[in-house]
């Protein structure tokens, strides 16, 4: 699998899945999720209202990841997750870690062969950007699947290079 990093919007990537840093309530929010739903148009609430009045009545859990249509987006589908709130007294790095793992398993349960990721909870949620980079690439890195391309789609050079310098960092794949 390769990864590779893009200083931009993630509405734009051309990929079959597009990740969401989405809230537990599926119904839209500020920052990525409120992007997408802009950009992807009214199916995606719908598909998420259904999935609100169906399997996931009390909404999704931190951690877990559930697929929509994209919409009008230039990709098949969405794949929203939740991510944890920072915080300093409690470690949830398990739970961030698991919105990427989440989301891999949910893409090679629809076939998707590329996928773009967001830096998750690294904005309204307060994670600081190199911890969320250091868990974004260590678990996308050592999470078995079938997806070829893997994209983090980060929003500013800030990110962007905290990204590539923890990249850089990794120990080579065998
Ligand atoms: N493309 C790529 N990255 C973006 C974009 C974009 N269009 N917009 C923002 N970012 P956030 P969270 C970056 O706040 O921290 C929502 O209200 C941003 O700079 O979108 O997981 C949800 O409904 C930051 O680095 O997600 C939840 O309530 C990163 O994406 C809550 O926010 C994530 O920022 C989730 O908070």
């Known amino acids: 699998m390769g990864i590779r990093l893009v200083l931009g919007d993630i509405t734009e990537q051309r990929v079959d899945a597009v990740v969401n840093a989405a809230n537990s309530s599926l119904l839209g929010g500020g920052g990525v999720d409120g992007a997408i739903h802009r950009r992807g148009g009214p199916e995606i609430l719908a598909e998420c209202r259904a999935l609100r009045a169906g399997r996931y009545g009390n909404g999704l859990p931190t951690g877990r990841a559930v697929a929509t249509t994209a919409g009008r987006l230039p990709a098949r589908w969405v794949i929203h997750t939740v991510g944890p709130v920072h915080s300093a007294g409690h470690d949830r790095s398990a739970l961030?870690?698991?919105?990427?793992?989440?989301?891999?398993?949910?893409?090679?349960?629809?076939?998707?062969?590329?996928?773009?990721?967001?830096?998750?909870?690294?904005g309204i949620y307060g994670w600081p950007m190199d911890d969320g980079a250091r868990i974004a690439l260590t678990t996308v890195r050592n999470t078995p699947t079938d997806v070829r391309d893997v994209r983090f789609v980060l929003f500013d050079t800030r990110a962007y290079a905290v990204f590539a310098e923890v990249l850089d960092g990794l120990p080579r794949q065998s």
């Not at 989301?103 to 990721?117: K, P």
């Open 96 to 122: 961030l870690a698991s919105c990427y793992a989440e989301s891999l398993r949910v893409a090679d349960e629809l076939g998707a062969r590329s996928v773009a990721f967001p830096a998750i909870s690294t």
